[in-house]
């Protein structure tokens, strides 16, 4: 088999597209989805594999902007559309596209790459690592109370459509993006995601429907969500599904919750993607009655180790030397030291010194938005002290306390 390994061409996006499609399973993109994907494409950053004319491997690599600890927003590649032929899977091609890829994102000069896995298993040896976790609630609004703080009253909840509130919902985004560790800040093209709305994704439940919070005449936060009607011999059971919930302040989040708990006919709030840490835990009456699950959410990769723990902000002072294994991208390897301290930008630098926190760069990608403690990857076994205190210093520095989040798909 010969195949050849190019870059994407505008021309070729329909065949290339055709094969993400096929690879995940054949059932057509509906068209709206499509056309927003061709619209969002980046093709002159994207490799496609082709066995003559036929495609028969896709990556992409959006140009995002993340939010990372300390607030800066890090240039990072948004890896999407990853697949290989069936006909072609298991002979090394996926292996040669993340290759060529970070390989790439390196020359770009961007120091992290970030995915969201089809499944977990597939990128952990090219040195991605889940960084961030998301949460999945089924709240039993017919057994579980709010306790609202106090401004709730003040908070006007009001009807709008997602298109017509798409700007002010946007401006809440904004602000909350560049708090929050893990969130992509909006590129050009990306706000119209959020409102795309293809009647097969609504899994039976109605057109997308939007609320706005409102205090004081301003937007100050926003729910969109499907209802899905269901009813069973002792009446209605309907679930309110949420797709985008975000506020600026706590009685506009409690206000929004209060709306959403309390839609006519329904008995259910159903949330696929939250923050770990979302306030609403504390509001509930009853955390047991939410169904909270956990799963893997954004996967990191460091392509410039040095580059990637510059650009982030550290909580506490920390002086560290890490050795770093990292067999995919081995310009990582080696010593470096970071040091952060309450003046002045951290540093990462190459140095002689003796090592004193042995670990992979898999280990610096979970832990580098701070949702995975340095401490815990140390209790797996898969960080080494070498120097006393070293862990706990460099745990402290790299935690976050906001839990890093991603909240869209991409
Ligand atoms: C960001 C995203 O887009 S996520 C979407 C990923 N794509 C999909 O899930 C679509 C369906 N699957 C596919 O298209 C393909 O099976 C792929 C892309 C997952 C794998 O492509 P392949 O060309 O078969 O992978 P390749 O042959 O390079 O395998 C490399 C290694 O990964 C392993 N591997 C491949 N797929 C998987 C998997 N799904 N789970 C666990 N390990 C895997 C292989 O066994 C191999 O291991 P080895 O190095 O120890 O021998």
């Known amino acids: 088999m010969t195949t050849e390994l190019r870059t994407l061409s505008a021309s070729e996006w329909d065949p290339w597209f055709d094969c993400v499609e096929l690879a995940f399973g054949g059932v057509p993109f509906p068209p709206e989805k499509r056309e ?64 060529r890829q970070l390989d790439d994102v390196r020359s770009w000069g961007e120091p992290l790459a970030v995915l969201l896995a089809s499944e977990p298993g597939i990128y952990g040896r090219f040195g991605y690592a889940a960084a961030t976790s998301e949460m999945n609630l089924r709240v039993d609004t017919s057994r ?23 700007d002010a919902c946007e401006a809440v985004y904004a602000r909350l993006a560049a708090a929050r560790p893990g969130t992509p800040l909006r590129q050009p093209g990306w706000e119209r995601v959020p409102v795309n709305d293809p ?43 949420v797709r985008d919930l975000a506020a600026l302040d706590p009685a506009s989040y409690a206000a929004l919750w209060r709306f959403l708990a309390g839609v006519d006919l329904t008995s259910f709030v159903e949330c696929r993607n939250r ?17 909270a699950r956990l799963r893997d959410g954004l996967y990191v990769r460091l392509v410039s180790v040095d580059a990637a723990l510059e650009a982030r902000g550290y909580r506490a002072p920390v002086d560290v030397v890490l050795e770093v294994e990292d067999a995919f991208c081995p310009w990582n390897e080696g010593r470096w030291r970071l040091t952060a301290g309450a003046q002045g930008a951290p540093t990462c630098r190459r140095t002689a010194d003796e090592p004193e926190l042995a670990l992979s760069s898999n280990e610096l990608a979970a832990a580098y938005l701070g949702g995975v403690s340095l401490t815990t990857l140390a209790a797996a076994g898969q960080v080494r002290e070498l120097r006393e205190g070293a862990l706990a210093e460099a745990s402290l520095a790299f935690s976050s306390d906001v839990q890093p989040w991603c909240p869209h798909g991409f």
């Not at 990556?59 to 990853?82: K, M």
């Not at 109370?145 to 709008?160: C, F, H, M, N, Y």
């Not at 899994?203 to 936060?221: F, K, M, N, Y």
């Open 36 to 99: 927003m994907y061709a619209a969002l494409a980046e093709p002159d950053r994207a490799v496609g594999l082709w066995d003559g004319a036929d495609c028969v491997g896709t990556a992409g690599a959006y140009s995002f902007r993340l939010t990372v600890p300390g607030g800066a927003a890090v240039p990072a590649a948004g890896v999407t559309a990853v697949s290989v032929a069936a006909t072609h899977r298991r002979q090394g091609l996926l292996t040669s596209m993340m290759r």
């Open 144 to 166: 579980v109370g709010l306790k609202l703080p106090p401004g709730t009253d003040e908070v006007r909840v009001r009807r709008s459509s997602p298109e017509q509130a798409l």
């Open 275 to 291: 923050p770990v840490d979302d306030a609403v835990l504390r509001l509930v009456s009853d955390v047991r009655r939410c169904d």
């Open 199 to 241: 009647e097969s994704s609504r899994h039976g439940g109605s057109p997308l429907q939007c609320v706005l919070a409102e205090r004081d005449g301003a937007i100050t936060g926003y729910a969109t969500f499907h209802l899905r009607p269901a009813w069973d011999d002792a009446g209605p059971r309907g679930t309110v599904a």
